[in-house]
Nanobody, 124 residues
Framework: VQLQASGGGLVQAGGSLRLSCEASGFTLDYYSIGWFRQAPGKEREGVSCISSSGGSTVYAHSVKDRFTISRDNAKKTVYLKMNNLKPEDTAVYYC??????????????????WGQGTLVTVSS
């Protein structure tokens, strides 16, 4: 099982980025996927998650109306489109697999496989 996160980079405040999470070694269609982030000195926090079909999504309050999660199971990829980025969005972003039936849970503790992370830096 592998999850490969990519798409991070340096962007000015107000800008946009799209992160990708490519899955391999398992059937992505069967699993919910979450995006998380961890800023220096802070705990890892849930950003968004999406059900296996893509029909249900959940967002953290801090990113709601700015970020959009989506997936393309045929391409084995989950995306996180981030608009109107703010300096406080600066963090390493991780994707992870949720082995449970859909709960819409943004707590990281029960996610079983994690990608390596991609750094997003937003300058003011």
């Amino acid at each position: 099982v592998q999850l490969q996160a990519s798409g991070g980079g340096l962007v000015q405040a107000g800008g946009s980025l799209r992160l990708s999470c490519e899955a391999s070694g398992f059937t992505l269609d069967y699993y919910s996927i979450g995006w998380f982030r961890q800023a220096p000195g802070k705990e890892r926090e849930g950003v968004s998650c999406i059900s296996s079909s893509g029909g249900s999504t959940v967002y953290a309050h801090s990113v709601k109306d700015r970020f959009t999660i989506s997936r393309d199971n045929a391409k084995k990829t989950v995306y996180l489109k981030m608009n109107n980025l703010k300096p406080e969005d600066t963090a390493v972003y991780y994707c992870a697999r949720d082995p449970r039936s859909w709960l819409g849970d943004l707590s990281p503790y029960d996610y079983d496989y994690w990608g390596q992370g991609t750094l997003v830096t937003v300058s003011s």
